[in-house]
């Protein structure tokens, strides 16, 4: 907690905010100049918690770990800060005379427009628990003048509008000018030599000068501050006068309008060159700017570039920032005069990269051509670490073109990322047990049987703190009374939890609780979306980025065959339920747009059905615009989380930790980090069906036909039948064709070949859901199992495995 903060302090700096910032007085604010004269009290006490700690760092010389992501979904800040510093008190009381609360201004933030899913959602947790656990810590991405988009639902189609969230969100950033940095892009290599040595020369350049902007995180209770640093790119030309003053006013801010594209909107369509093109200047506009910081930064504090891996820790997240690993060679060698030796030296010993992917399909590939346009520099380097690279295979698996080549950073064309990121780190890591065992056996088997002792595995964790006790109040009510509060900062306490399995008073009081967060999700979904949801039906719900793998789809032909067998049977005695999704598509992704629109059709086609038997039994709920913010409102409240991936396609998941540190029973198959949490709570506390990763590769295998599913089952024969007939008038053949004739594979994701286990899985949790007692035993077997998928476990395995960090205090 922050200490010496009152209620006093809390309004005289409200107060002297207002009246600086704004001109009027705490009686004449409104609820904007509130809110943003409160963060603007809550940023100066993180800055001055920054500077402290930043001194102490200094003083015993502390390692830092820099965080590369091209995504932070942060969700809203003030809550999570308000929490961590323990101020809340003091910040309702100041603001109690005007009648404002909290959670009033609460309201008046946007969710961050930096990210997307999983991946910038772990980030953000991430810099969370590195506060928390005073590691000295940075995270770096672009400040996006639009998020990723808002998602609109028009006629059952996702329509991509603009996210505008700097209005509201930019209170938050610090500009930070003096830092300001140049990247280069496109132009030509020359080369000369001097007496020194070659020279390079890079010549006829386009130049962007990238605005640092940093973000301040704070961590429950420790002395800690993270610092997420922003980039925004802007044009290095003076303003065009004369065109302007001779009426061209488009070709008088051309450059830059060109400029601020790279730092316009998160993850562009890349369905087209310019697209691709645009991608490619994002990640290199972020790596070159974040590189170029750290190093004028080292060179500030320590004076020697060879001290660089012993005080940091460069990690990059994915493959977007892979860029990092050539451009810090480039800096070393043509602007600090390091051979090529030493300056690889330095790279491999400072450069780490988590993976995210099982899919090769997915593994990021750009073109040569297009990098050696865009980046000559950048694409001789990437050239001759590949020729010293496949060298050094050449010696070590003589004759084995195949293995080299499959190895290589540069074939047929294209540049491969991931094998660039392999090559140039000192640790490569998986995020779930099962993805870390597949990584090494198919992805990168081949850089396993050459650097076995780079590979290991870091399981994902969340922010407990965020997605527990400050998004359910209550349960975390009943856990302190239970078993104290010291799983707030050491989340492995939650097991004492398990102790109260068998308590019929604890029980009931989850089962109550429960019934309290639904209830509070009817009335935040009919104040959003003006859709009235039933608290007497089983929530079930999948809510995740929209993809083929994670199979939205089996999930919507299950609720068809529930509202075939209603229609033939509407006194069938089956479980009322509501199915709830949130998820947003890629905009250029048009096969699961379609099944955005096959969910809403058939929530129309269920929601006009003339009996009301079936319509009290059966809804169908798509949350438009999903985000962090109805996350902690829709995961307290629900009572199945569907983790329905194919086995083997899945990295992790952290949305089924969150659903299961708050009391849901998760339906899923063995995939990600689910393996972890059926080993957490056991077999008999989560309901796992399907194929396994080893048989659906033998399936494969064997030949995969998807036919031969559906003519063994009547069920998917309706279903199928179902989906050419279509709902509210929209007829789904296409889809239906995709699960049984698609060329060159029909159900690339074996929805068909899973699908009798479905459902007989479903109706063990509905068998299950009848007797209440048994179900809250397992829901508080699930939260007892929580404690290990925290972001702080995860960050201190990071510390003590990979970037040898020590907390400092």
């Known amino acids: 907690m922050t200490s010496n903060f009152t209620p006093t302090d809390a309004k005289n700096g409200v107060n002297g905010?207002?009246?600086?910032?704004?001109?009027?007085?705490?009686?004449?604010?409104?609820?904007?100049?509130?809110?943003?004269?409160?963060?603007?009290?809550?940023?100066?006490?993180?800055?001055?918690?920054?500077?402290?700690?930043?001194?102490?760092?200094?003083?015993?010389?502390?390692?830092?770990?820099?965080?590369?992501?091209?995504?932070?979904?942060?969700?809203?800040?003030?809550?999570?800060?308000?929490?961590?510093?323990?101020?809340?008190?003091?910040?309702?009381?100041?603001?109690?005379?005007?009648?404002?609360?909290?959670?009033?201004?609460?309201?008046?933030?946007?969710?961050?427009?930096?990210?997307?899913?999983?991946?910038?959602?772990?980030?953000?947790?991430?810099?969370?628990?590195?506060?928390?656990?005073?590691?000295?810590?940075?995270?770096?991405?672009?400040?996006?003048?639009?998020?990723?988009?808002?998602?609109?639902?028009?006629?059952?189609?996702?329509?991509?509008?603009?996210?505008?969230?700097?209005?509201?969100?930019?209170?938050?950033?610090?500009?930070?000018?003096?830092?300001?940095?140049?990247?280069?892009?496109?132009?030509?290599?020359?080369?000369?030599?001097?007496?020194?040595?070659?020279?390079?020369?890079?010549?006829?350049?386009?130049?962007?000068?990238?605005?640092?902007?940093?973000?301040?995180?704070?961590?429950?209770?420790?002395?800690?501050?993270?610092?997420?640093?922003?980039?925004?790119?802007?044009?290095?030309?003076?303003?065009?006068?004369?065109?302007?003053?001779?009426?061209?006013?488009?070709?008088?801010?051309?450059?830059?309008?060109?400029?601020?594209?790279?730092?316009?909107?998160?993850?562009?369509?890349?369905?087209?060159?310019?697209?691709?093109?645009?991608?490619?200047?994002?990640?290199?506009?972020?790596?070159?700017?974040?590189?170029?910081?750290?190093?004028?930064?080292?060179?500030?504090?320590?004076?020697?570039?060879?001290?660089?891996?012993?005080?940091?820790?460069?990690?990059?997240?994915?493959?977007?920032?892979?860029?990092?690993?050539?451009?810090?060679?480039?800096?070393?060698?043509?602007?600090?005069?390091?051979?090529?030796?030493?300056?690889?030296?330095?790279?491999?010993?400072?450069?780490?990269?988590?993976?995210?992917?099982?899919?090769?399909?997915?593994?990021?590939?750009?073109?040569?051509?297009?990098?050696?346009?865009?980046?000559?520099?950048?694409?001789?380097?990437?050239?001759?670490?590949?020729?010293?690279?496949?060298?050094?295979?050449?010696?070590?698996?003589?004759?084995?073109?195949?293995?080299?080549?499959?190895?290589?950073?540069?074939?047929?064309?294209?540049?491969?990322?991931?094998?660039?990121?392999?090559?140039?780190?000192?640790?490569?890591?998986?995020?779930?047990?099962?993805?870390?065992?597949?990584?090494?056996?198919?992805?990168?088997?081949?850089?396993?049987?050459?650097?076995?002792?780079?590979?290991?595995?870091?399981?994902?964790?969340?922010?407990?703190?965020?997605?527990?006790?400050?998004?359910?109040?209550?349960?975390?009510?009943?856990?302190?009374?239970?078993?104290?509060?010291?799983?707030?900062?050491?989340?492995?306490?939650?097991?004492?939890?398990?102790?109260?399995k068998d308590d019929k008073a604890v029980l009931s009081k989850l089962a109550k609780i429960k019934r309290i967060k639904k209830e509070q999700l009817c009335k935040f979904v009919m104040k959003r979306e003006g859709i009235k949801l039933n608290p007497d039906t089983i929530f079930d719900v999948q809510a995740k980025r929209l993809h083929e793998y994670k199979r939205q789809l089996l999930n919507v032909m299950y609720i068809i065959h529930l509202y075939n067998a209603l229609k033939e049977n509407p006194a069938l005695p089956i479980k009322p339920k509501t199915f709830i999704f949130g998820a947003k598509a890629a905009p250029g992704y048009y096969m699961v747009k379609q099944i955005i629109k096959l969910i809403c059709c058939l929530s129309e086609d269920i929601r006009k059905n003339p009996n009301p038997e079936i319509r009290k039994k059966l809804s169908v709920v798509y949350l438009e615009d999903y985000n962090v913010t109805i996350a902690e409102t829709l995961m307290p409240a629900t009572e199945i989380s569907e983790q329905i991936s194919t086995a083997g396609k899945e990295s992790s998941g952290t949305g089924n930790m969150k659903f299961m540190i708050n009391g849901a029973l998760t339906i899923g198959t063995l995939d990600g980090a689910n393996v972890e949490m059926l080993n957490q709570v056991g077999g008999e506390n989560i309901f796992i069906f399907g194929l396994n990763a080893h048989e659906v590769e033998n399936l494969w295998k064997r030949g995969y036909d998807a036919t031969a599913f559906y003519n063994d089952n009547i069920i998917l024969q309706k279903v199928i039948a179902a989906l050419k007939a279509g709902f509210n008038g929209v007829s789904f053949e296409g889809i239906a064709n995709y699960l049984l004739t698609n060329s060159p594979v029909a159900d690339p994701y074996m929805c068909m070949a899973d699908f009798s286990d479905y459902i007989a899985v479903h109706q063990r949790a509905d068998e299950t859901y009848s007797d209440i007692y048994k179900w809250q035993s397992m829901s508080v077997m699930n939260i007892a199992g929580a404690g290990f998928f925290s972001a702080d476990r995860a960050i201190k395995e990071y510390a003590d495995n990979i970037w040898k960090l020590k907390q400092i205090k």
């Open 17 to 500: 905010k207002l009246s600086r910032y704004f001109g009027v007085s705490l009686q004449e604010a409104s609820v904007e100049q509130l809110y943003k004269a409160v963060v603007m009290c809550v940023r100066d006490i993180l800055l001055e918690k920054r500077n402290s700690y930043h001194y102490k760092t200094k003083a015993v010389k502390g390692k830092r770990v820099y965080y590369l992501c091209m995504e932070f979904l942060l969700g809203r800040s003030l809550k999570n800060n308000v929490y961590n510093l323990g101020i809340e008190d003091a910040l309702n009381q100041a603001l109690k005379d005007k009648g404002v609360t909290l959670d009033d201004l609460y309201e008046m933030e946007p969710d961050a427009g930096l990210g997307n899913g999983g991946l910038g959602r772990l980030a953000a947790c991430f810099l969370d628990a590195l506060a928390t656990q005073n590691y000295p810590a940075m995270g770096y991405s672009i400040r996006y003048e639009y998020g990723l988009f808002k998602q609109k639902i028009v006629d059952g189609w996702q329509t991509e509008l603009p996210d505008v969230w700097l209005p509201g969100g930019e209170v938050w950033l610090t500009q930070r000018s003096d830092m300001t940095v140049r990247v280069k892009f496109d132009g030509r290599i020359s080369e000369e030599w001097t007496e020194r040595g070659m020279k390079v020369n890079h010549v006829d350049f386009q130049e962007v000068e990238a605005i640092p902007y940093d973000m301040m995180v704070s961590g429950k209770d420790g002395e800690a501050v993270s610092v997420l640093r922003l980039w925004a790119a802007r044009s290095v030309r003076d303003f065009d006068m004369n065109s302007f003053s001779e009426g061209d006013y488009m070709r008088a801010i051309q450059q830059d309008s060109e400029a601020e594209l790279i730092s316009k909107v998160l993850y562009p369509s890349d369905n087209h060159y310019e697209g691709k093109s645009l991608r490619l200047k994002q990640q290199y506009f972020l790596v070159s700017a974040t590189l170029q910081n750290i190093v004028n930064e080292h060179l500030r504090r320590y004076g020697d570039l060879h001290t660089l891996p012993d005080m940091a820790a460069i990690h990059i997240n994915d493959t977007h920032p892979a860029l990092c690993i050539p451009e810090l060679m480039r800096i070393l060698m043509d602007e600090h005069g390091f051979g090529w030796d030493d300056a690889w030296d330095i790279v491999t010993r400072t450069v780490a990269y988590t993976n995210h992917t099982v899919m090769s399909e997915a593994l990021e590939k750009w073109n040569q051509d297009l990098i050696e346009r865009r980046l000559p520099r950048i694409f001789t380097i990437i050239k001759e670490i590949n020729q010293r690279f496949c060298g050094e295979m050449w010696n070590k698996f003589t004759g084995d073109w195949d293995k080299i080549e499959r190895m290589s950073i540069l074939s047929h064309g294209q540049v491969r990322m991931a094998n660039l990121s392999v090559v140039g780190s000192h640790s490569v890591n998986g995020v779930s047990s099962l993805h870390s065992e597949i990584i090494k056996k198919s992805v990168f088997k081949d850089f396993y049987d050459a650097y076995p002792e780079r590979f290991t595995n870091v399981t994902n964790g969340i922010a407990h703190r965020r997605w527990l006790c400050q998004s359910n109040k209550e349960l975390t009510e009943l856990l302190c009374d239970c078993i104290g509060d010291g799983f707030i900062l050491d989340s492995s306490q939650l097991k004492k939890f398990a102790d109260f």
